[in-house]
Each structure stands twice: as structure tokens, then as C-alpha cells.
């Protein structure tokens, strides 16, 4: 569960670095996108669980998206969809 925490914001943010890569973004915008994806995974997924599994434990989802994937990205994450947007998109 921890890997998935870490590995699906990755995983998002290639999928937004794609999308930036069609639209013609800028490296600042491809960041963004990259960001924007990657966050996808917290931002919607206590909403989400709540009303598609009613059942499911929210300690477990809300613990890995606000204490394994949240950090993830402001620590690592950020600084990895920065450096991977200027070798891809220049800048």
C-alpha cells in the first residue's frame, strides 16, 4: 500500500507530462501539469472512497494520501516533475 502511496503520484505525473507534451506547455506549465496530476491521487481520493466504498476503512485511505503520497510530493516529488520537465520540455 505504501509503494502504491509513492509510486501512483509518479505514475500521474507522467501521465501529465504526456498531456503537456501534446498541449505544447511551456517547462513552467509542464511542471504545473505534472504537479496537478501527480496531487490527483489526495485530492480526490477521500472524496471519492467515501461514496464509492462506503465500507472501506477510511483510516487506510486517508492515511496514504495524506500521510505517505502528500508528503511524498512535497518532498520528493516537486523537485523530481521540476528536474524531469527541463530535460524533457527544456529550460
Given at each position: 500500500?505504501?509503494?502504491?502511496?509513492?509510486?501512483?503520484?509518479?505514475?500521474?505525473?507522467?501521465?501529465?507530462?504526456?498531456?503537456?507534451?501534446?498541449?505544447?506547455l511551456?517547462?513552467?506549465?509542464?511542471?504545473?501539469?505534472?504537479?496537478?496530476?501527480?496531487?490527483?491521487?489526495?485530492?480526490?481520493?477521500?472524496?471519492?472512497?467515501?461514496?464509492?466504498l462506503?465500507?472501506?476503512?477510511?483510516?487506510?485511505?486517508?492515511?496514504?494520501?495524506?500521510?505517505?503520497?502528500?508528503?511524498?510530493?512535497?518532498?520528493?516529488?516537486?523537485?523530481?516533475?521540476?528536474?524531469?520537465?527541463?530535460?524533457?520540455?527544456g529550460?
Amino acid at each position: 500500500a505504501v509503494a502504491f502511496g509513492v509510486l501512483m503520484p509518479i505514475t500521474g505525473s507522467l501521465f501529465g507530462l504526456a498531456a503537456a507534451m501534446i498541449l505544447g506547455l511551456s517547462t513552467g506549465g509542464t511542471v504545473l501539469m505534472m504537479v496537478l496530476a501527480a496531487s490527483a491521487s489526495y485530492i480526490a481520493v477521500p472524496a471519492a472512497m467515501r461514496v464509492a466504498l462506503p465500507e472501506a476503512n477510511p483510516s487506510i485511505y486517508l492515511t496514504l494520501s495524506l500521510g505517505v503520497t502528500f508528503p511524498f510530493n512535497l518532498t520528493l516529488g516537486i523537485p523530481l516533475y521540476v528536474a524531469i520537465a527541463a530535460a524533457i520540455a527544456g529550460g
